[in-house]
């Protein structure tokens, strides 16, 4: 009989444990996360946007998972009665300067798959959503709002209704990664698995270096701020509307999105957070703001984003402009009141030269596989990551598994 582990209760942890209870049926699988309850980092403080797949390179790991990823949670969703609406969304160009950056968008959802993807005139655009305008845009019928936290409770609820075991408030602070076995100890003491897969969101780098791996992508975190528009304003739009993105920053711009209880969010910015899982902003994490302040990817990082920074700054410190961009794609909105809500923390990977790794980093070290970087759509593609991550497991250590399930 096999014993693994999975440390991390968020979307991704939870997922991974799943899949190995249906691959490894016989065996045990325990989950470790040192929140007392799952979903408590960024997979319950994110947009809850099943994305389509527009933006991603064509053959990456982003492109191919978040397409497997949408079909699903979408079937788990149906199958849980966890709810999932595809409300649309909008892309759109408001200068002309956008519009060679949107068909190029266009290109790559079409070469990724995505169902139902088409280049619309204002035309169009004001009968799709009546409250919204622009120039041009890509319209994407089949990009979903879901609630997330809810289908990580329904993937932790398989994992115990399969035999495993959900340790919450278990912080694991040493994993021991020899050839053979994995050993992990929490407070409560040390236990050794045939083989562990590491899921760690904000704390990823920290938890492979435990795991023997490289300082290398490390984490950086990025803090989005969302506000809540006042209930007048909840019918405005009936699905999504983003604006062109920025290849260099793709997760910039004033973002509308709409909440499956039907609240309709601005946001989320994003600008460097004082700390990991600072969310109220105001307890910064020295050590976490020492080791960025210490890291010459960094520097290097923010000496080329100066420009993008102060301009995101801005609209940190003032939601009346961050209103007002949202208001050049939803005129109604314009001097419209809206509530901060929590911020969400992106755990975001820079390499050595402080670039920003966009697409999923999977490594493996002796019996442990690890999630390096993660960021949107990876609670849309938590599922297919997980077949990804039991899969290479499976290969790495020449387990006998059944076989995976059709859907
Ligand atoms: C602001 C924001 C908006 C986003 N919007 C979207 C979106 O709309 N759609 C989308 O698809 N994706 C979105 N994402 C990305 C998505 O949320 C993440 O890709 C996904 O949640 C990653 O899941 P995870 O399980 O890897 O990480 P997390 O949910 O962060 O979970 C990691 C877990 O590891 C645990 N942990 C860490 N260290 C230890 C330790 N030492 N011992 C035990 N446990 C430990 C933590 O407590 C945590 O529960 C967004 C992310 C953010 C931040």
């Known amino acids: 009989m096999n014993s693994f582990a999975v440390i991390g209760a968020g979307i991704l942890g939870a997922a991974a444990a799943r899949e190995l209870t249906r691959r490894f049926p016989a065996d045990h699988v325990t ?91 204002p035309e169009r655009i004001r009968e799709i959503e009546p409250g919204a305008t622009g120039r041009l845009a890509l319209h994407s019928p089949r990009t979903a709002i879901i609630d997330y936290p809810a289908i990580t409770r329904v993937l932790l609820e398989d994992v115990r209704a399969a035999g495993g075991t959900v340790h919450l408030g278990a912080e694991v602070t040493a994993i021991a990664n020899g050839p053979e076995r994995c050993a992990i100890t929490t407070e409560h003491g040390t236990q050794a698995f045939d083989a562990v ?120 410190v003032s939601r009346k402009r961050f209103l007002a961009q949202a208001a050049q794609y939803v005129p109604s909105l314009t001097g419209a009141e809206s509530t901060p809500l929590t911020r969400g923390i992106r755990a975001q990977a820079m390499d050595r030269a402080g670039r920003l790794v966009d697409d999923f980093v999977i490594e493996d070290i002796g019996r442990a596989t690890l999630v390096r970087n993660a960021p949107s759509p990876g609670a849309t593609s938590s599922l297919a990551i997980a077949e990804h991550l039991v899969e290479r497991l499976i290969a790495g250590h020449g387990l006998q598994a059944t076989e995976p399930s059709a859907s």
Request: aromatic residues 8%; glycine residues 12%.
């Open 31 to 121: 989950v470790f996360d040192k929140a007392p309850a799952a979903a408590a980092h960024q997979s319950g403080h994110n947009s809850g946007v099943v994305h389509a797949g527009l933006y991603y390179e064509p053959g990456s790991l982003k492109a191919r998972l978040c397409r497997r990823g949408v079909d699903l949670l979408r079937d788990l969703a149906l199958e849980k009665g966890v709810p999932y609406e595809e409300c649309g969304k909008l892309v759109v160009a408001l200068r002309p300067e956008e519009e060679g950056r949107l068909r190029a968008i266009h290109e790559r959802a079409v070469a990724n798959g995505v169902p139902g993807v088409e280049l619309i005139g």
């Open 197 to 316: 897969i590491v899921c760690g969101g904000l704390q990823s780098d920290r938890l492979a270096r435990l795991a023997g791996g490289d300082e290398y992508p490390r984490i950086v975190p990025f803090f989005g701020q969302y506000s809540k528009l006042a209930p007048e304003h909840r019918g405005i739009l009936n699905g999504l509307v983003y604006p062109v993105p920025d290849p260099a920053y793709p997760f910039l711009g004033v973002h509308l999105t709409k909440r499956v209880d039907g609240e309709m969010l601005v946001g989320p910015n994003a600008f460097l957070s004082l700390g990991r899982e600072n969310y109220s902003g105001r307890r910064p994490g020295v050590r976490d703001s020492l080791e960025v302040a210490a890291s010459g990817a960094f520097w290097r990082f923010a000496s080329r984003n100066s420009r993008a920074a102060a301009r995101e700054f801005a609209a940190v």
